[in-house]
T-cell receptor, first 114, second 114 residues
Framework: DTGVSQNPRHKITKRGQNVTFRCDPISEHNRLYWYRQTLGQGPEFLTYFQNEAQLEKSRLLSDRFSAERPKGSFSTLEIQRTEQGDSAMYLC????????????FGPGTRLTVT | AQSVSQHNHHVILSEAASLELGCNYSYGGTVNLFWYVQYPGQHLQLLLKYFSGDPLVKGIKGFEAEFIKSKFSFNLRKPSVQWSDTAEYFCAVSPNTGGFKTIFGAGTRLFVKA
């Protein structure tokens, strides 16, 4: 399967701990997106990369959140000093360089902060 | 602020009934419009998209959507639903400003009774 993959699929952590999630996009896709989804809501945009450059960042992304895409391939999303309100599904998506805006989504990482 | 409103959170239909899911957005400029679907246990996937041209767009599995610019609407339709259409449907908008931020609605859960 050459779709978008995310690891881990589930993460349970205690409040105050740091967590890091990884996203591997479809190999030829240069655009990568992170979203957060809570129960009963649609995905909320967090940030967007074109190659290794982080071009947009939501105001939702507090200073505790940071994302990287160091070589323009996989990306990581780190949350420092987690809070219970960070519990959500974190989705990654990628899209191609051809101008087609279709985003291909991964299965998500479900974070539970206790 | 840009937003997307989906009119119904839950819809229950019998097989062969017609479907129309409402979607309105708030943004004054040019937009790209999408409907994504999430079947139980699966990733979000694109159902159809509108960038320009004919405001009536056709997607996969017999779905279509009509863009009415004057009403800021992009409603999804299907003349005859099947049990396999049971899923959650998300309307999404991407302002055509050169960036790729996508704003999703809260979703509509459709349950089709066999």
């Amino acid at each position: 399967d050459t779709g978008v993959s995310q690891n881990p699929r589930h993460k349970i952590t205690k409040r105050g701990q740091n967590v890091t999630f990884r996203c591997d996009p479809i190999s030829e896709h240069n655009r990568l997106y992170w979203y957060r989804q809570t129960l009963g809501q649609g995905p909320e945009f967090l940030t967007y990369f074109q190659n290794e450059a982080q071009l947009e960042k939501s105001r939702l992304l507090s200073d505790r959140f940071s994302a990287e895409r160091p070589k323009g391939s996989f990306s990581t999303l780190e949350i420092q000093r987690t809070e219970q309100g960070d519990s959500a599904m974190y989705l990654c998506a990628s899209s191609s360089r051809t101008g087609d805006y279709e985003q291909y989504f991964g299965p998500g990482t479900r974070l539970t902060v206790t | 602020a840009q937003s997307v409103s989906q009119h119904n959170h839950h819809v229950i239909l019998s097989e062969a009934a017609s479907l129309e899911l409402g979607c309105n957005y708030s943004y004054g400029g040019t937009v790209n419009l999408f409907w994504y679907v999430q079947y139980p246990g699966q990733h979000l996937q694109l159902l159809l998209k509108y960038f320009s041209g004919d405001p009536l767009v056709k997607g996969i599995k017999g779905f279509e959507a009509e863009f009415i610019k004057s009403k800021f609407s992009f409603n999804l339709r299907k003349p005859s639903v099947q049990w396999s259409d049971t899923a959650e449907y998300f309307c999404a908008v991407s302002p055509n400003t050169g960036g790729f931020k996508t704003i999703f609605g809260a979703g509509t859960r459709l349950f089709v009774k066999a």
